[in-house]
């Protein structure tokens, strides 16, 4: 059957330099990408989670976004070290991480 | 809250010429994204549905894929005409589209 049981979609689109809006690249979003990929295939779940690359979600501001599907969970992941805490808790673990919900910044 | 009612990602990964996978680019998911991005918005609906540039979601063979979350419903896209059927139906109808669903082909 086509699907994940998990799928996680990091924004890694790029406008130009001083754009108003900026862009998720711009904010860190390839070493957010590294991280939760990298992680989810040494922990064994590269067949059941995808990190997938995306471009715009439409939440540049608040950005690095990365969404987890089905659940439809909203995060913005400002570190290297919350995207480690993404990918150990909501990745591996299953539970979401309150504290980088983008609701709770927004 | 951050989020859409539906969010809809169409595969636009390009692999190198003859790789023996093939690529969503190069089965004309270029096309495929245009007809839902243009007709979502034409039908007043940029703000609630979401048509989502995405890299390689793992379906190559049997792309152009797209994928509907929160439904998490996977569609093998093949002409613009099956684009136009997907965006009538279920992108501004809500109704799963059956004979265009990769499990029906895989």
Chains 1, 2 share one sequence.
């Not at 790029?14 to 990298?38: D, M, N, T, Y």
């Not at 040494?42 to 939440?59: D, F, S």
């Not at 969970?73 to 980088?100: C, F, K, M, N």
């Amino acid at each position: 059957m086509a699907g994940f049981k998990r799928h996680v979609f990091v924004c890694l689109n790029e406008r130009e330099a001083g754009h108003p809006r900026g862009c998720c690249k711009h904010r860190g979003s390839e070493a957010v990408f590294k991280v939760l990929k990298e992680g989810a295939a040494k922990a064994g779940l590269a067949a059941e989670v995808r990190i997938n690359r995306a471009g715009c979600m439409e939440h540049c501001e608040l950005g690095p976004t990365v969404v987890v599907y089905p659940e439809a969970v909203w995060y913005h992941v400002p570190s290297v070290e919350d995207a480690e805490t993404i990918l150990r808790e909501h990745v591996i673990g299953g539970r979401i991480v309150e504290q980088l919900l983008m609701d709770n910044i927004a």
